[in-house]
DNA sequence: GGAGTTGCCTAAAGGTTATAGGAAACGTAC
DNA sequence: GTACGTTTCCTATAACCTTTAGGCAACTCC
């Protein structure tokens, strides 16, 4: 019998296929096995269990996003940055659905995905250099910019607003504006 | 053999309460029958499956939390209406994590946590009486409340802002700041 | 207290995860 | 080209979770 030519790498990618296709509950080691016409206890050379598939799904949808992000802020900067930058998230989520719902799962502390985790974070510091912040308001804006890019794309993707006007898209250029005005303007102060 | 006692809203409450102390992923219906003493089988009288328990949790995780806004909000705006808000979602989140797991699990079109849903967008437009937004630009600003709530809370629970200074207090503080003078200023202008 | 309803049971079948151990395919050396 | 060692994939097995079907006992109501 011939082999079927399974790697650690073909079988985690067909696993993120399948969780954008399919959504990240549908990729069980069963399902991926199918897929390769192959059997279940085949893949456990490859992966060494369900969690461990899913943690390098995770890892391989942070490394192509942070990949993405890193193209599309190259020779950017302020709020072209911004915009580029957030936009590859959005795009990636609404591309990857299966890929970008694994970039949440938690994963543990000495995995690959936590290297990948922290290359986003000096990726969305980066955008910050065409902003004027210090140290601390730094981490804040960071923050800040992290959770509407996460919290956008998953409200978006759970369909959140899809049931009132104006469409996703109009919202999401307003927020941006909001986002690059609050960045310009940082500190903020109180009225 | 005596009766267990189980009803409908027991058994979607023991799940909720696995959910806050072992993960959503750890509720199983065989989880909760060991829980009740009793065999799997008959929690079919009261819930119609797996997947109906899950909606039930995130039904009453989206009731209980837009309760608690709900009197969060009263008697207050403006800021202080924003701030007290923000805070009774983030406090939820961190109080009970699986309960907030479960809200954001896709319901059907036609199951009562959409109404839930609803609720919680009413909420968060009756925010922005306290300022001074036409009809459009309160759309996107609830989108952006929606965006930041839910990613702020979402981030902090799966560690992100463990691993660098300072505190996500003090982020959370500077966010709910510059989320208070966005919707002051807003439309904004861009640059 | 008897009839009807409900609640919980046993039984059974199907799917997923995981481990152990074996056999065939492949790469390499001679 | 053949023999060796390694890797790949297999069969077999066991445990757990989900779901349905059908039955008996406990409750309720008259």
Redesign the pocket.
Known sequence: ???????TDRVVRAGADLADEAGLDA????????G???????????V??????REGIARLALDELADRASDALAGRSGRDALVAFATTYRDYAREHPGRYAATRIPVPADSPAVDAGRRHAALTRSILRGYDLDATASVHAVRLLGSVFHGFADLELSGSFDHSAPPADESWVAILDALDATLRRWPVSPS
Chains 1, 2 share one sequence.
């Open positions: 019998m011939p082999r079927a030519g399974l790697t990729v069980t080691l069963s399902a991926v096995a199918r390769f016409d192959v059997k279940v206890a085949s893949l456990y050379s490859h060494a269990g369900s969690a461990d598939l």
